[in-house]
């Protein structure tokens, strides 16, 4: 899979996603990172790439033709890389196969549905604005789809590309190191994760549940469970539908919250 990131601060992209984890899958090459810089295709030889907006406003916006040349860039490079033969060099050049995705606070809020599906895309571009945005036109005729990381405003598209880059690629094959690293987590089944624990047992008077200790499999597998349902009714109800929640269920949690109680 190929992420190319249109931007005009390529390093933030880099600095990012070359660290960690991601880093070492790209080292590995488990998925390609390509940063197109926009200022590369600027109308002239000072690096213009941003002009007043129409109609008024302090605000300066991005142009449309050097947006328009960076994705064509990106385009044709993934198509070059990866057509095998001429005749699908030909093809993908008029089929665009690429999905192009604009961050933007007016787009549809990002979350773990998003990640995965764009984790199966060959070729996703992302492109960053800055200043007040980027010229309508252009985004009228390159981009898929808008991706908001919140309703709040950045400065740049560029924390919000890596966000994305970073949730996707790590449900790609290969980048954790097992399938069960993240299919658990939160957000994967509907419920937010259980509560982790590790040594010592004992952390300055405060003990690792007792269950996790036990070495009873099955038990432990029904604690993580209620304890994942308990995560979620206190700090994101929202998520949780009613047929979420069996009877022996409401009971079980009814249990451990008197514990709780007593243990306090
Ligand atoms: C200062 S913002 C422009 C905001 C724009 N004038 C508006 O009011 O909708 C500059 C760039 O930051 C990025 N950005 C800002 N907030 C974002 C968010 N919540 N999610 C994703 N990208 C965002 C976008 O790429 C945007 O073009």
Redesign the pocket.
């Known amino acids: 899979m190929r992420f190319s990131v249109l931007t005009l601060f390529p390093e933030m992209i880099r600095n990012t996603l070359e660290t960690s984890i991601t880093g070492k899958a790209l080292e590995k090459g488990l998925f390609e990172l390509e940063t197109i810089q926009i200022r590369d295709h600027a109308v002239n030889s000072y690096g213009k790439v941003d002009d007043y907006v129409f109609g008024g406003g302090k605000?300066m916006l991005?142009m449309a033709e050097p947006v328009y040349q960076s994705w064509l860039d990106a385009v044709k490079c993934y198509s070059s890389v990866h057509a095998d033969t001429e005749f699908e060099q030909a093809a993908d050049s008029s089929v665009k196969r690429a999905r192009t995705i604009?961050?933007?606070?007016?787009?549809r809020r990002?979350d773990q549905e998003a990640a995965a599906r764009i984790a199966k895309q060959d070729h996703v571009i992302l492109?960053?604005?800055?200043?007040?945005?980027?010229d309508q036109r252009v985004l009228d005729q390159i981009v898929d789809e808008e991706?908001?990381?919140?309703?709040?405003?950045?400065?740049?598209?560029e924390?919000?590309a890596c966000v994305v880059i970073d949730a996707a690629a790590r449900l790609l094959p290969g980048v954790l190191p097992a399938e069960e690293a993240y299919m658990n987590e939160s957000h994967m089944s509907g419920l937010l994760e259980q509560p982790h624990y590790t040594r010592p047992s004992e952390w300055q008077g405060r003990e690792v549940p007792e269950i996790l200790l036990s070495g009873h499999q099955a038990r432990i597998e029904r604690w993580q469970y209620l304890r994942s349902l308990m995560e979620t009714l206190d700090k994101r109800p929202d998520l949780l539908r009613s047929s979420d929640l069996k009877i022996e269920d409401w009971e079980d949690l009814i249990v451990i919250l008197q514990e709780d109680k007593s243990r306090k």
């Open positions: 605000g991005l604009y961050l933007s606070p007016k787009g990002f492109l960053c604005g800055h200043y007040e945005g980027i991706i908001s990381l919140g309703d709040f405003v950045l400065t740049g598209g924390l919000a």
